[in-house]
């Protein structure tokens, strides 16, 4: 018996399997990145009970994370705050009146992320479109969202939602 026939038919079978294996691979990586923020820890058992509770005012600020010692690296978990950098997040977002906005119209703001804001005071679009760069990046870090905000042009976002509500 002669083998050479079925070698074009096992070649395509073999691609075909191979590229079939690329698009499960990848479909399954997008799933799994959508649902990577889920996965992670909510926050440092620790560090909540050290943390003061939270007036109806507060804002983004580095106050919820504590200082390493110097020559300490920080515990898995926590970030190393920025002295002084929790008073200009304070001016920076200030507390807002009214009923809270709609912040999941922002895109890249899904629920869990609107939470997340609501608790450090951001209820507002026009405290988002009032982040400076530095704030925003302060956020961003302290939301562990590696520079989404900028990527995904919130402020710009929220400047132009508050244009459309008015």
Same mark, same amino acid.
């Given at each position: 018996?002669?083998?050479?026939?079925?070698?074009?038919?096992?070649?395509?079978?073999?691609?075909?399997a191979f590229?079939?294996?690329?698009?499960?691979?990848?479909?399954?990586?997008?799933i799994a &990145? +959508?649902?990577?923020?889920?996965?992670?820890? $909510?926050?440092?058992? !620790? %560090?909540?009970?050290?943390? #003061? /509770?939270?007036?109806?005012?507060?804002?983004?600020?580095?106050?919820?994370?504590?200082?390493?010692?110097?020559?300490?690296?920080p515990r898995?978990?926590?970030? &190393? +705050?920025?002295?002084?950098?929790?008073?200009? $997040?304070?001016?920076? !977002? %200030?507390?807002?009146?009214? #009923? /809270?906005?709609?912040?999941?119209?922002?895109?890249?703001?899904?629920?869990?992320?609107?939470?997340?804001?609501?608790?450090?005071?951001?209820?507002?679009?026009?405290?988002?479109?009032?982040?400076?760069?530095?704030?925003?990046?302060?956020?961003? %870090?302290?939301?562990?969202?590696?520079?989404?905000?900028?990527?995904?042009?919130?402020?710009?976002?929220?400047?132009?939602?508050?244009?459309?509500?008015?």
């Open positions: 018996m002669d083998a050479t026939p079925h070698i074009i038919e096992s070649a395509l079978f073999l691609l075909v590229l079939l294996g690329c698009v499960v691979g990848y479909l399954a990586r997008r &990145a +959508s649902r990577a923020p889920a996965l992670v820890p $909510a926050a440092d058992p !620790v %560090a909540a009970a050290e943390q #003061p /509770a939270r007036s109806s005012e507060s804002a983004v600020s580095a106050d919820s994370v504590s200082p390493t010692p110097k020559g300490k690296a898995a978990g926590r970030k &190393a +705050s920025v002295p002084g950098s929790s008073q200009r $997040a304070r001016k920076t !977002v %200030a507390t807002s009146s009214g #009923p /809270a906005d709609d912040l999941k119209k922002i895109r890249g703001i899904g629920p869990r992320l609107e939470a997340n804001l609501q608790e450090r005071g951001i209820t507002h679009y026009d405290q988002i479109a009032k982040l400076t760069k530095k704030a925003t990046s302060e956020l961003d %870090a302290e939301l562990n969202l590696r520079g989404r905000i900028e990527r995904e042009q919130w402020v710009e976002q929220a400047k132009a939602l508050m244009k459309a509500g008015k």
